[in-house]
């Protein structure tokens, strides 16, 4: 098999998805570009320094954890039970039908915010490559015509076939992460050269102190940021009906991405620190003028201005570019396939659980969240005052952290022994993988949901202002487009139990009707 499009029935699975179709490098690339790292940790990365000065390598650690733990629960659940809704019917068959619907609902929330985001990022950056003006700014016209074309075209892409996205996201995830390691030793040789900037200084070992942070707060604030810049591991996950050895490839390709990610990031971090210094002045990371994009503002002092360096710089565009785009199209995949497998289960309309014939993709839910994504990009460029689409991607944050840690937490309750044969709950055996760690990963996920969605009521917390006029109060955009997402839901999912027999049914016995002893067999493995 070399195409989705010559796909036999036989190939089919019970979904009418292409069965067998990705390997693991297929899937740890998926999972590594569904983060956008280069793109993520370059945005992120002077806000984490504005907030704790040196420590941020240790913070890009201590992030790591909750989310290193919460993967070993979708391991455990994934090889358990392959499905593509992932946290829908993982939480379902262990907190209930009504949860697990709000976990799915959080999946598709997360996901259509932050393609406006994303496609507006590729966007402009064609235009920088492109040596046109109109890329420095994000809201003119041409950059949201490209970026709706973005869109619609990598939907398409998804619609042509798994196997297609797949290998285009091994490209793609190689030039972002050559050029992402390049830059980081380019820096590392003109620091310890001598041939960095004055504030350049050696790499320290006190960088990785968190008690060297005299403000808790502070560093409390850096972890936070720097959590949600993992997101997007798990959509290796939700193609695991259509990944080789279903049970045991996608969870180890999510374990997999999830240690690149963090690898890259300690190292991106560490080499531009050490060659920009903190400082709020100049080329310092925490100066806010740098602060939305430091790959783009340190890239002509590292590579300087000889004609490799400008081709060096001229990668860095392309990197950025190829990162969104990536991130773009694999954003797609988790989504479409959470609808797919609630129209299966029986939680949405019939519709959405449809495989196109020929491709074996679910593509009326990709077109669905493809076009829905592209709308909603619209709107806030149009209507959000000009810094709604950054507000979105903050506002992810809600519904990550809330799907991310009720599922680590379904880990955590199906294999406690409450779901298992009496010969496994009474074994007197704690288990650590699949019990101990994704329970701790599940609380510090939700509370970070929580954190993000108390401190964006704040109307200074992101860029944009929503004046409530019945109530006299001005509240962040943040706050209304994460938590106000997620409550949408709530009267969705009153639909659905009133509408649907099957999710009503479903509701009422706690469990999806196919439900069984879902993990006695992985325990016994």
Same mark, same amino acid.
């Given at each position: 098999?070399?195409?989705?499009?010559?796909?036999?029935?036989q190939?089919?699975?019970?979904?009418?998805?292409?069965?067998?179709?990705?390997?693991?490098?297929?899937?740890?690339?998926?999972?590594?570009?569904?983060?956008?790292?280069?793109?993520?940790?370059?945005?992120t990365?002077?806000?984490?320094?504005?907030?704790?000065?040196?420590?941020?390598?240790?913070?890009?650690l201590?992030?790591?954890?909750?989310?290193?733990?919460?993967?070993?629960?979708?391991?455990?659940?994934?090889?358990?039970?392959?499905?593509?809704?992932?946290?829908?019917?993982?939480v379902?068959?262990?907190?209930?039908?009504?949860?697990?619907?709000m976990?799915?609902?959080?999946i598709?929330?997360?996901?259509?915010l932050?393609?406006?985001?994303?496609?507006?990022?590729?966007?402009?950056?064609?235009?920088?490559?492109?040596g046109?003006?109109?890329?420095?700014?994000?809201?003119?016209?041409?950059?949201?015509?490209?970026?709706?074309?973005?869109?619609?075209?990598?939907?398409?892409?998804?619609v042509?076939?798994?196997?297609?996205?797949?290998?285009?996201?091994v490209?793609?995830v190689?030039?972002?992460?050559?050029?992402?390691?390049?830059?980081?030793?380019?820096?590392?040789?003109?620091?310890?050269?001598?041939?960095?900037?004055?504030?350049?200084?050696?790499?320290?070992?006190?960088w990785?102190?968190?008690?060297?942070?005299?403000?808790?707060?502070?560093?409390?604030?850096?972890?936070?940021?720097?959590?949600?810049?993992?997101?997007?591991?798990?959509?290796?996950?939700?193609?695991?009906?259509?990944?080789?050895?279903?049970?045991?490839?996608?969870?180890?390709?999510a374990?997999?991405?999830?240690?690149?990610?963090?690898?890259?990031?300690?190292?991106?971090?560490?080499?531009?620190?050490?060659?920009?210094?903190?400082?709020?002045?100049g080329?310092?990371?925490?100066?806010?003028?740098?602060?939305?994009?430091? =790959? &783009? /503002?340190? *890239?002509? !002092?590292?590579?300087?201005?000889?004609?490799a360096?400008?081709? #060096?710089? @001229?990668? %860095?565009?392309?990197?950025?570019l190829?990162?969104?785009?990536?991130?773009?199209?694999?954003?797609?995949?988790?989504?479409?396939?959470?609808?797919?497998?609630?129209?299966?289960?029986?939680?949405?309309p019939?519709?959405?659980?449809?495989?196109h014939p020929?491709?074996?993709?679910?593509?009326?839910?990709?077109?669905t969240?493809?076009?829905?994504?592209?709308?909603?990009?619209?709107?806030?460029?149009?209507?959000?005052?000009?810094?709604?689409?950054?507000d979105? =991607? &903050? /506002?992810? *944050?809600? !519904?990550?952290?809330?799907?991310?840690?009720?599922?680590?937490? #379904?880990? @955590?309750r %199906?294999?406690?022994?409450?779901?298992?044969?009496?010969?496994?709950?009474?074994?007197?055996?704690?288990?650590?993988?699949?019990?101990v760690?994704?329970?701790?990963?599940?609380?510090?996920?939700?509370?970070?949901?929580?954190w993000?969605?108390?401190?964006?009521?704040?109307p200074?917390?992101?860029?944009?202002?929503?004046?409530?006029?019945w109530?006299g109060?001005?509240?962040?955009?943040?706050?209304?487009?994460?938590?106000?997402?997620?409550?949408?839901?709530?009267?969705?999912?009153?639909?659905a139990?009133?509408?649907?027999p099957?999710?009503?049914?479903?509701?009422?016995?706690?469990? %999806?009707?196919?439900?069984?002893?879902?993990?006695?067999?992985?325990?016994?493995?």
């Amino acid at each position: 098999m070399t195409s989705d499009p010559h796909s036999t029935p036989q190939d089919r699975g019970e979904k009418g998805l292409h069965k067998g179709a990705l390997g693991f490098v297929d899937s740890v690339s998926i999972g590594v570009a569904s983060t956008g790292p280069a793109y993520s940790i370059a945005a992120t990365l002077g806000f984490v320094a504005a907030a704790v000065a040196w420590q941020a390598p240790v913070v890009v650690l201590l992030a790591f954890v909750p989310v290193l733990f919460a993967a070993f629960g979708y391991d455990a659940l994934n090889r358990a039970e392959p499905d593509a809704g992932t946290s829908f019917v993982w939480v379902s068959r262990a907190f209930g039908m009504p949860w697990g619907w709000m976990a799915g609902w959080a999946i598709i929330v997360a996901d259509v915010l932050v393609m406006a985001s994303l496609a507006q990022v590729a966007s402009q950056y064609t235009f920088i490559l492109l040596g046109s003006d109109i890329g420095s700014d994000p809201h003119h016209p041409a950059v949201l015509l490209l970026g709706v074309g973005f869109i619609l075209c990598l939907t398409w892409l998804a619609v042509r076939g798994i196997l297609l996205t797949a290998k285009l996201q091994v490209v793609l995830v190689v030039i972002e992460t050559v050029v992402l390691l390049g830059f980081a030793v380019a820096a590392l040789v003109r620091v310890y050269s001598g041939t960095g900037l004055p504030q350049s200084r050696p790499v320290s070992w006190d960088w990785f102190n968190p008690f060297a942070v005299s403000d808790p707060s502070a560093l409390v604030t850096g972890v936070m940021l720097m959590v949600f810049i993992y997101w997007g591991w798990d959509s290796v996950l939700s193609v695991n009906e259509e990944t080789k050895d279903s049970r045991r490839t996608p969870g180890l390709a999510a374990l997999c991405s999830t240690v690149i990610l963090v690898s890259v990031y300690v190292l991106f971090t560490v080499a531009a620190q050490a060659f920009a210094g903190v400082s709020d002045e100049g080329l310092g990371l925490a100066n806010p003028d740098n602060a939305d994009d430091v =790959v &783009a /503002a340190l *890239g002509g !002092a590292v590579f300087g201005d000889s004609v490799a360096g400008q081709i #060096a710089v @001229a990668a %860095l565009v392309i990197m950025v570019l190829t990162s969104a785009t990536a991130s773009t199209q694999t954003t797609i995949l988790p989504t479409a396939r959470t609808t797919f497998a609630m129209a299966f289960h029986g939680a949405l309309p019939k519709t959405f659980g449809k495989a196109h014939p020929r491709f074996a993709t679910p593509h009326v839910s990709t077109w669905t969240m493809g076009l829905l994504s592209a709308g909603l990009y619209v709107a806030m460029d149009l209507f959000g005052g000009g810094g709604m689409v950054l507000d979105a =991607v &903050a /506002a992810c *944050g809600v !519904a990550i952290g809330f799907y991310y840690g009720l599922t680590a937490l #379904a880990s @955590a309750r %199906l294999y406690s022994g409450a779901r298992l044969r009496p010969e496994h709950a009474t074994a007197g055996r704690v288990d650590v993988r699949r019990v101990v760690l994704p329970s701790i990963g599940g609380v510090l996920l939700l509370g970070a949901s929580v954190w993000t969605a108390l401190a964006s009521f704040d109307p200074d917390f992101g860029e944009g202002v929503w004046r409530i006029p019945w109530l006299g109060i001005e509240v962040g955009a943040v706050f209304i487009l994460g938590v106000g997402g997620m409550g949408l839901g709530l009267p969705l999912l009153w639909w659905a139990r009133h509408t649907m027999p099957a999710f009503r049914a479903a509701t009422f016995k706690r469990q %999806l009707p196919s439900s069984t002893d879902l993990v006695a067999d992985e325990v016994r493995d």
